[in-house]
């Protein structure tokens, strides 16, 4: 039955990024799904820690979670045009994969982990934004980003870091974390020099 589930929810993300290909360009369907896979996997996080929706819906969206890592992953995988993001890309699927074996031991850590894919939301608008050569909200989604991507992935994620820790179970979020403080540094260092 899990297996259905897992290849329904990748024939899911086949069909949602191959009718989002409209364009000349795969980064768009990959971004687009992005924020598709965004919206849906933090949404659910929020329901289920605010007891709006049961484990068993969650568990579904945690399928859907896993079906958009396994399609990705196979879209880094062969198209070329994006090979420059396919290592990360692998390394940040790779730890969100192991946060999906996580969710039977410990749902509410895991959904409130998924909260950090809000960030990922203004981070895609960023993007389709700048493409579409729109300064004004590329600023406005580039300042969001910075902002959501502070609260739900450093503040969040540094609070369930502090939680597992008492509970001696650190590894994965501590690389996770780590990933996140990195990325923020950089960000910041942006920030930082746009400013000047």
């Known amino acids: 039955m899990v297996v259905n589930y897992i290849l329904f929810n990748v024939f899911i993300n086949f069909i949602v990024f191959h009718s989002l290909n409209t364009k000349n360009d795969i ?6 799904n992005s924020l598709i896979h965004a919206f849906i996997a933090s949404l659910g996080g929020i329901l289920y820690l605010t007891n709006l929706i049961s484990f068993h819906i969650q568990e579904l969206v945690v399928y859907y979670s896993l079906g958009y890592i396994i399609y990705d992953v196979l879209i880094y995988t062969l198209y070329k045009e994006i090979k420059d993001e396919r290592n990360i890309t692998y390394f940040h ?11 039977y031991q410990e749902p509410k850590i895991y959904s409130t982990l998924i909260l950090s894919e809000i960030s990922t939301i203004p981070l895609n608008l960023r993007w389709l934004k700048k493409q579409e050569g729109n300064v004004k909200w590329t600023k406005i989604y580039s300042y969001l980003f910075y902002f959501s991507f502070f609260v739900f992935r450093v503040v969040n994620c540094t609070n369930i870091l502090y939680q597992l ?4 179970k650190k590894c994965l979020i501590s690389i996770f974390s780590g990933l996140n403080y990195y990325w923020f540094y950089l960000m910041t260092k942006k920030l930082i020099k746009s400013l000047r």
Not at 165 to 168: A, G, H, Q, Y
């Open 27 to 32: 980064n768009y369907p990959v971004k687009k």
């Open 165 to 168: 820790i008492n509970l001696k």
């Open 93 to 103: 699927h790779s730890l969100f994969l192991f946060g999906i074996l996580y969710y």
